[in-house]
Every structure is written in C-alpha cells, then in structure tokens.
C-alpha cells in the first residue's frame, strides 16, 4: 500500500487546513485510516482514526476542532483542521495497516508526511 499525504502549510492561528491522502489499492474501503503526527522531539501522537465502517475517534487535543473523513470511491482519507492553535504545529502522517480481509499482508504503511505551521 502506497500512502501520497498532501494538504500541508503556514496558516494563523484560527484558520483552517485540509489535508487529504490518497491510498494504493482496489481495496481502499476495507483500510482503517488514520491521521498521526510528529513534533521534533516528541512521541508520534495519533490525531484520528477511522474505521472501515466510517467509525471515527479522536486525541482528546483535537476534539471538536478536527474532522476525520473517508471517500471510498477516491481512495482517499482526510482531516480537515478548524480553529487551528500553534501547538497543532507538526509533520502529520497517513497511516494504515492494509485490507482487513488481507491480514497476511498487513504491516504498518506510512504516509511520506506534509508539514502543518500555525502562527500565532
């Protein structure tokens, strides 16, 4: 599975962002997704996750403020960032384990990454 994260950039604080990932696959419908990022120094953090039934949890820091979705026919997964604080500043990642009627392929698959900014 290939992940291609795009959506990234310098934004005010309050603003809002949108980013999007396109998976590999003729199975798009059967991968969790989810949205991690990265701040320089810290754990890799899970911001939202969505299941293959479109079941959706979040950090505790974004509740509220993000929106994970998911469009099947597009191969794609997104998060739309509202209200955007500078602490939200970090290298968000794609990420999926595959089909789960495939667990024999299953491993972790990562987005190369895209860099959210928040200014305050």
């Known amino acids: 599975v290939q992940l291609q994260a795009s959506g990234g950039g310098l934004v005010q604080a309050g603003g809002s962002l949108r980013l999007s990932c396109v998976a590999s696959?003729?199975?798009?419908?059967?991968?969790?997704m989810a949205w991690y990022r990265h701040v320089p120094g810290k754990q890799r953090e899970l911001v939202a996750d969505i299941n293959t039934g479109g079941r959706t949890t979040y950090a505790d820091a974004v509740k509220g403020r993000f929106t994970i979705s998911r469009d099947n026919a597009k191969n794609t997964v997104y998060l739309q960032m509202n209200s955007l604080k500078p602490e939200d500043t970090a290298v968000y990642y794609c990420?999926?384990?595959?089909?789960?009627?495939?667990?024999?392929?299953?491993?972790?698959?990562w987005g190369q990454g895209t860099l959210v900014t928040v200014s305050s």
């Open positions: 696959g003729s199975t798009f419908s059967a991968y969790g």
């Open positions: 990420y999926t384990r595959g089909s789960i009627f495939e667990p024999w392929a299953q491993r972790d698959y």
